[in-house]
Nanobody
Framework: QVQLVESGGGLVQAGGSLRLACAASGRTSRSYTMGWFRQAPGKERDFVAAINWAGSSTGYADSVKGRFTISRDDAKNTVYLQMNSLKPEDTGLYYC????????????????????WGQGTQVTVSS
């Protein structure tokens, strides 16, 4: 069993920064691609960023490229999402998720490919 717990969300003005963290327990996350997704009210859950199990490859949604950075610290079983230059359209509930197969070098964007999810942390960006 895997437990993922997100933290670091909050209310921030446009142009500000936040750093989200996702702590994993149970099955170690170090062998798995990890992803961040977000969901705005009334909308589907969208891919934000992912990092492969080796940390050698990252992937981002076009809307966040150049502003967000995903990283991992396997010694702490934690994945981070550094979010800079935040915009009101970045508002949403941010989830971290663990890919369903170990040692995959790609960074899948389909949420159906992830089998464990956290409860989410709210990010609100005011204009």
């Amino acid at each position: 069993q895997v437990q993922l717990v997100e933290s670091g969300g909050g209310l921030v003005q446009a142009g500000g920064s936040l750093r989200l963290a996702c702590a994993a327990s149970g099955r170690t996350s170090r062998s798995y691609t990890m992803g961040w997704f977000r969901q705005a009210p009334g909308k589907e859950r969208d891919f934000v960023a992912a990092i492969n199990w080796a940390g050698s490859s990252t992937g981002y949604a076009d809307s966040v490229k150049g502003r967000f950075t995903i990283s991992r610290d396997d010694a702490k079983n934690t994945v981070y999402l550094q979010m800079n230059s935040l915009k009101p359209e970045d508002t949403g509930l941010y989830y971290c998720a663990q890919f369903r197969r170990p040692r995959v070098f790609s960074t899948p964007k389909n949420p159906d490919d992830y089998d464990y999810w956290g409860q989410g942390t709210q990010v609100t960006v005011s204009s």
